[in-house]
């Protein structure tokens, strides 16, 4: 017998695939990921030549539909975790943004992670920071649309800009960015260097275990064939001594902070799509 629902508009769906192609409001609404699919058939030939080269494709090379499919896919669960559940679970940052910090968000893209944050602590201040031009035009256009402009500043710039700089934050943090740098533990360690000393770091990672054998299921697949076709690829084209790839899981990831020279680190928190790391200096 089917289990399937009659809508009012007379359209039949199961529950669960309303959630992830129907409800453009859920954490796990799906079909923008179409158009990354699209982007990378436009990019097959480059694709192929950077696998045989090993020398990687640049985000800044790919199809403009990358770009926008990524925003829209990680936004819809920083919405409904970023500010209600990942940072009240940091110790004690909620409460330094809502009486007003300084936050550094790096490879922002358009800002949807950034503008969030400033919406939601409108006393602090932040920076978005990201290496692709175009990328960044639109997120000033956006952080205008949402009315939070004054709050933000962004750059065009790479993490390493930080370590050079008087400026020091209360929150640094990486959205589904880390895996794609050349070096990231370079980029980790110029983060500390930019943090106040009872700062924090928030390192927002797609979600895998430690071993590949355990990375199974449809968003693993996703997720491997993403990484295999861009986020590797970036970090090949920026010339870094490794790639995390976007299944590095918790304890690589910790490595890397530990290395950098954080004292304390941990996962505060998993949803099926990222890991949530916190580190302190």
Known sequence: MCCW??????????PEHVFVLANPDSPAFLTPAFDV???????EDQIFAAFRSGQGVGW????????????AFFRNGYRAHLTQTWIPS????????ANGGRVADLGCGHGASVILMAQAFPKSKFVGIDYHESSIAVARERAKQAGVADQIRFEVATPRVLASRQE??????????????????EA????????????????????????????????ARMYYSASAGFCTQNALSQG?????????GAAQLLAILKEAGFRKARVAMETPFNLILEAHP
Do not use: I
């Open 5 to 14: 629902t009659q809508t009012p508009t007379s359209t039949y769906w199961p």
């Open 37 to 43: 699919a699209a982007s990378l058939w436009h990019d």
């Open 60 to 71: 800044h090379e790919h199809d403009c539909r990358l770009f926008t499919a990524t925003e």
């Open 90 to 97: 940091l110790t004690g940052v909620q409460k330094q943004l």
């Open 168 to 185: 020091k934050f209360d929150l640094v943090c990486f959205m589904d960015a880390l895996h794609d740098m050349g070096d990231p533990l």
């Open 188 to 219: 980790v360690w110029a983060s500390r260097q930019a943090m106040a000393p009872y700062g924090a770091l928030m390192l927002v990672e797609p979600f895998a275990k430690d071993r590949s054998e355990e990375n199974v299921g449809p968003v």
């Open 240 to 248: 870094g001594p490794y790639s995390l790839g976007a299944q590095a």
